[in-house]
RNA sequence: GGAGAUGUGGCUGAGUGGCUGAAAGCGGCAGUUUGCUAAAUUGUUGAGGAUCAAAAGUCCUCCACAGGUUCGAAUCCUGUCAUCUCCGCCA
């Protein structure tokens, strides 16, 4: 969320962004004199606050100094006061929602340097990491490698579930298992990070601070009962909400968080895409990184948060290129995102498989998560970032796709074995 | 799921209708004292909002949350949530 302030002060920049974000700026429109009338509101409701606050100390006063026919006149005044107060708290709290929901609504201003650009063309190359490997074989993609190998089952998993839901068996689900295991023994071993565990079901206000409420709804499963709990579409949400409403103290910053999550996305609106394999499933791992910090730190723990999950692809020996997204494809949340995409051979590309966000103060101030500086200052706004590290279904199909042989076996990484029980190659069972 | 108890500031803990945004203690911060540490001592110490160019000041709101009663609520009433104890059930 925006800071009110802000946002009178700078309302031409604020359209400009939203422009740039492909967001309609009509509820802009309506900020000058919605801010006027709320303000305008707040004062007369406060003016009669205190008339009736002073006027009730003095029938207390009359009161004790047994004043009792003049406490009585004056109780009755107070009394006809009471229709107008309450349609002033009313209209207060009108005012009031009608400002929160507008600035909730408006996404995060980019960061200087965010290339400008509607969509993903616009998107800027930092670097490569490897060199995609030469195969003297035709390339076959992870369906037909996981499927041949007996390690991935997707027509039961539409049988018992549905559609983008998938099974990995034997050494396919060890595989994933083992991803697990290894990229959160780097995180917290090698990176600094705690491990954390969290709920998978979330309530609505935590959904809010990490914003995806109230705008993104239906990309969520909801839980059908009068709790209105949804199942995490990723750990940022459970983790990033895990201080909310605190005051943490400027020395404990920053804090560095990592967990391990199943996510669940209902994926509204992109039935077409990806309808093959395990690129889109309704329900993937992931081990997420979350940092809360100082204001001024964010910038470079974004890039420190970056190379640990790049760090996950090189010891895998996987070849990736990061790229920064250009203002309208990044996130509703963010000032500045690197996406993290892994090369797949049966694809010829690079697919998207960490997706890094320093979301500043847009977060924190949603869930109203402050730190103080020493000294009894002002509370201020941590910054907040997130990023996969690594999205784990997608690191199988990398880890199938790359390591693949000529006779549709998988050699798996080195690094990799101890985590896999000591297994070098994954063969078929048949 | 059943029965009961509890929810006050960073912490402990007073407060059962007005002078309580909240005693007292601890902690924090600033000063004084002291050869240093420690101790002592004085002061200070919640958050959000309105007004204001800004600061100061003034005012409003907040004692789990949401409603209600009352001229007036931390205090009375209702609901919700959370915690604790006992029973049941389970992993």
């Given at each position: 969320m925006l800071d009110l302030n802000f946002v009178r002060e700078n309302l031409e920049t604020v359209k400009k962004v939203l422009e740039n974000r492909n967001f309609p700026t009509e509820s802009?429109?309506?900020?000058?004199?919605?801010?006027?009338?709320?303000?305008?509101?707040?004062g007369e409701a406060d003016a009669v606050n205190q008339k009736r606050n002073s006027s009730s100390k003095e029938i207390g006063a009359l009161m004790q100094a047994g004043k009792r026919e003049e406490a009585e006149a004056k109780k009755a005044e107070v009394s006809s006061l009471k229709d107008n107060q309450s349609e002033l708290e009313t209209k207060r709290e009108e005012a009031e929602n009608a400002m929160?929901?507008?600035?909730?609504?408006l996404p995060n201003i980019p960061a200087d340097g965010v290339p400008v650009g509607a969509d993903e063309a616009a998107t800027v190359d930092i670097r490569k990491w490897g060199e995609p490997k030469e195969f003297d074989f035709e390339v076959k993609d992870h369906v037909d490698l996981g499927e041949s190998l007996g390690i991935l089952d997707q027509e039961r998993a539409v049988k018992i579930t549905g559609s983008r839901f998938a099974i990995l068996n034997g050494a396919g689900a060890r595989l994933?298992?083992?991803l697990v295991n290894f990229m959160l023994d780097v995180h917290?071993?090698?990176?600094?990070?705690?491990?954390?565990?969290?709920?998978?079901l979330v309530n609505r206000k935590s959904l809010f601070g990490t914003?995806?409420?109230p705008k993104f709804e239906e990309d969520l499963f909801h839980i059908k009962d009068e709790r209105e709990f949804a199942l995490i579409p990723t750990a940022e949400v459970p983790v990033t909400n895990y201080h909310a409403e605190e005051i943490l103290e400027a020395k404990d910053l920053p804090k560095y968080y990592t967990a391990y999550t199943p996510c669940f996305r209902s994926e509204a609106g992109s039935y077409g895409r990806d309808t093959r394999g395990l690129i889109r499933q309704h329900q993937f791992e992931k081990v997420e990184l979350v940092k809360l910090t100082l204001p001024e730190n964010s910038d470079e723990e974004h890039e420190k948060l970056t190379a640990n999950a790049e760090r996950i692809l090189q010891l895998l020996g996987l070849p990736y290129r990061t790229v920064v997204l250009s203002t309208g494809d990044m996130g509703f949340g963010a000032r500045k995102t690197y996406d993290i995409e892994v090369w797949l051979p049966s694809q010829n590309t690079y697919r998207e498989i960490s997706s890094c966000s320093n979301c500043g103060d847009f977060q924190a101030r949603r869930m109203n998560l402050r730190f103080r500086r020493a000294g009894g200052a002002k509370p201020e706004f941590v910054h907040t970032l997130n990023g996969s590290g690594l999205a784990v279904g997608r690191t199988w199909i990398a880890i199938l796709e790359n390591y693949q042989q000529a006779d549709g076996s998988i050699q798996i990484p080195e690094i990799l074995q101890p985590y896999m029980n000591g297994l070098e190659k994954i063969e078929s069972v048949k």
């Open positions: 802009l429109e309506k900020f000058a004199e919605l801010d006027a009338e709320r303000r305008r509101i707040i929160r929901e507008l600035l909730a609504g994933e298992r083992a917290t071993t090698e990176h600094g990070y705690t491990e954390t565990l969290p709920p998978f914003n995806q409420l």
